[in-house]
T-cell receptor, first 112, second 113 residues
């Protein structure tokens, strides 16, 4: 059974700092990994999707990497802003089903 | 930009009552999903739906739950007899094909009293 873990659970940084969020998964048989942002009481906004054959994906100030063999992904946020404050979730889509399996999320606070 | 919509945004119901949560997926998407998030917990998969039938369901999706695509645009989740532990945020999602980006709706917050 796929398990997804995110470290740290919470992170507080000053504005302008570069930061890294971590995600690990137990079963490397995945089609893709997706990073989401969730604002309090709101839905999930898709940030990036990395296919299992890819190592990296970039969108603006966000860069996600994937190391399928070690079961890890990182989300790098450059030059953080207060508007980046949210919970960041990673989720994997396995090859043996048709579901996303989510981690618990990292709650990010960027202080002005 | 196309988006997934869900109605209602909030629903309060009494234990034992039936509820229907509604979703309109993105129009050219073929795969539809329901997930739920109990307050303070992980987002959990409930069911996936393709070609008018269930592709996969989780252990949470028991006989009290059902899904339907009643027409070309709506996708519904029915809970037959709600329990207190069904209180959660329910998210609908859709994707163009299976292992592709899933787009989530804003959610329906269900409170069972």
């Amino acid at each position: 059974k796929q398990e997804v873990t995110q470290i740290p659970a919470a992170l507080s940084v000053p504005e302008g700092e570069n930061l890294v969020l971590n995600c690990s998964f137990t079963d490397s048989a995945i089609y893709n990994l997706q990073w989401f942002r969730q604002d309090p009481g709101k839905g999930l906004t898709s940030l990036l999707l990395i296919q299992s054959s890819q190592r990296e994906q970039t969108s603006g100030r966000l860069n996600a990497s994937l190391d399928k063999s070690s079961g890890r992904s990182t989300l790098y946020i450059a030059a953080s802003q207060p508007g980046d404050s949210a919970t960041y979730l990673c989720a994997v889509f396995g090859t043996s089903g048709s579901r996303l399996t989510f981690g618990e999320g990292t709650q990010l606070t960027v202080n002005p | 930009e196309p988006e997934v919509t869900q109605t209602p945004s909030h629903q309060v119901t009494q234990m034992g009552q039936e509820v229907i949560l509604r979703c309109v997926p993105i129009s050219n998407h073929l795969y539809f999903y329901w997930y739920r998030q109990i307050l303070g917990q992980k987002v959990e998969f409930l069911v996936s739906f393709y070609n008018n039938e269930i592709s996969e369901k989780s252990e949470i999706f028991d006989d009290q739950f059902s899904v339907e695509r009643p027409d070309g645009s709506n996708f519904t989740l029915k809970i037959r007899s709600t329990k207190l532990e069904d209180s959660a945020m329910y998210f609908c999602a859709s994707s163009r094909v299976g292992p592709e980006t899933q787009y989530f709706g804003p959610g329906t917050r269900l409170l069972v009293l």
